[in-house]
Structures are given as structure tokens and as C-alpha cells.
């Protein structure tokens, strides 16, 4: 099985700062990444997909992929008490479904 | 558009008892995946479909779980007999074509096991 690991936290952060999500995997022919929130007692939201390398933007969440280090990251800028959730880094499969972390509990204090 | 429903929503049981879970798709999303969530942990993939065929039920624990997604549409999950450790999130998810990544996830439902 292909790993992919996070640090499950909490990573506690004050509300207006960058909050910065790191997930590495394992298989190196993975073409797609994704990160996921899940708020407790609910299911996982898509918030970013990445596939090349580089950064890429929305809105407030930058995702940012560095195929080489077998690294993904996601940065939450200006972040708000309702960011606080857990955050699941996931990787495509070679059959399509998705390889999830075990996610990084995110607390942003007012 | 409708959601990805599941029902039920909540299941206790004994253990050693059977459980049925169902999930019905987002009108015409051919791939249908069971994941298990236990608590603290990350999805974890129990078996995928496209249409009624399996594509991977390498992670089924086969002599206690089944599945079927009869006509290439509804689908449920079965466990017999419950263990302590089948205690989790079931979570049901799908997508328009295996080539699209993005992944509509259901509700899910909560089984505890006693």
C-alpha cells in the first residue's frame, strides 16, 4: 500500500495567519493530488486538486506540489476561526480512487 | 443536483449481528467507491466500481464484507458478521467517469459496534 503521511497535529494557529499543511507520499508515479477539509461529524470536502508542479491559487488556499521531493502542501492565508477542521492530503491511485493521509487537525483561535 | 445520498445515517449493533449499508449516486457517475473512516484516521478505500463491475476490492475484507451495485446504479454494503473493530465512518463516494478525478462524497454513515 502507498503511503501517504501527514502530521496529524493540531497545528494551532492565530486568526489572520498563514496556516501551512504538509503531506508527503510515497509512490512516485503519482500524477494527482488533492486536499480535502472535513469538518467533525461530516464528509470530506474537495477544496484544491494540484497536478504540475509549482503553486497554484484559490481564493485564500494556495496549493503547492514539488514532484521531485514527493511533497504537497497547502498554505491558508488570512485564515478564520471556520478553517479549523481536518485537513486530508489524498493521492490518486493507479486504479483511480484516492489514497487519503490521516489527516492534520487544523485550530485557528480568534 | 442532487447529492450522493446514503441511508442510514446512524447504526448501532451487537456484535456478531449483520448490517446493511446503501448509497445512491449522482445521476449518471458510472464510479462508485466505499471508503472506511475510523475515528482519527483517513478514508480508506474498501472497493470501487465502474458501473455494476468491480474494479478493486483488494482491501474488502471479503470474509466479513460484501458489496454489490445492482443495474450500475444504487449500491450496498454489506457486513457479516460485525466485529468490535468494524466500529466506523462508511463513507460513499462517486464520480462522473474513472478519468475525472473529482470525488462527490455522500454524508457517510456512522456504525458503532457493541
Known amino acids: 500500500q502507498k503511503e501517504v503521511e501527514q502530521n496529524s497535529g493540531p497545528l494551532s494557529v492565530p486568526e489572520g495567519a498563514i496556516a501551512s499543511l504538509n503531506c508527503t507520499y510515497s509512490?512516485?508515479?503519482?500524477?494527482?493530488f488533492f486536499w480535502y477539509r472535513q469538518y467533525s461529524g461530516k464528509s470530506p470536502e474537495l477544496i484544491m486538486s494540484?497536478?504540475?508542479?509549482g503553486d497554484k491559487e484559490d481564493g485564500r488556499f494556495t496549493a503547492q506540489l514539488n514532484k521531485a521531493s514527493q511533497y504537497v502542501s497547502l498554505l491558508i492565508r488570512d485564515s478564520q476561526p471556520s478553517d479549523s477542521a481536518t485537513y486530508l492530503c489524498?493521492?490518486?491511485?493507479?486504479?483511480?480512487?484516492?489514497?487519503f493521509g490521516k489527516g492534520t487537525s487544523l485550530l485557528v483561535t480568534p | 443536483e442532487a447529492g450522493v445520498a446514503q441511508s442510514p445515517r446512524y447504526k448501532i449493533i451487537e456484535k456478531r449481528q449483520s448490517v446493511a449499508f446503501w448509497c445512491n449516486p449522482i445521476?449518471?457517475?458510472?464510479?462508485l467507491y466505499w471508503y472506511q473512516q475510523i475515528l482519527g484516521q483517513g478514508p480508506k478505500l474498501l472497493i470501487q466500481?465502474?458501473?455494476?463491475?468491480?474494479?478493486?476490492d483488494s482491501q474488502l475484507p471479503k470474509d466479513r464484507f460484501s458489496a454489490e451495485r445492482l443495474k450500475g446504479v444504487d449500491s450496498t454494503l454489506k457486513i457479516q458478521p460485525a466485529k468490535l473493530e468494524d466500529s466506523a465512518v462508511y463513507l460513499c463516494?462517486?464520480?462522473?467517469?474513472?478519468?475525472?478525478?473529482?470525488?462527490?462524497f455522500g454524508p457517510g454513515t456512522r456504525l458503532t459496534v457493541t
Open positions: 466500481f465502474q458501473n455494476n463491475g468491480v474494479v478493486d
Open positions: 509512490d512516485r508515479v503519482s500524477q494527482s
Open positions: 494540484i497536478y504540475s508542479n
Open positions: 489524498a493521492v490518486i491511485n493507479s486504479g483511480y480512487a484516492l489514497n
Open positions: 463516494a462517486t464520480n462522473k467517469w474513472t478519468a475525472s478525478y473529482e470525488q462527490y
Open positions: 445521476s449518471g457517475h458510472a464510479t
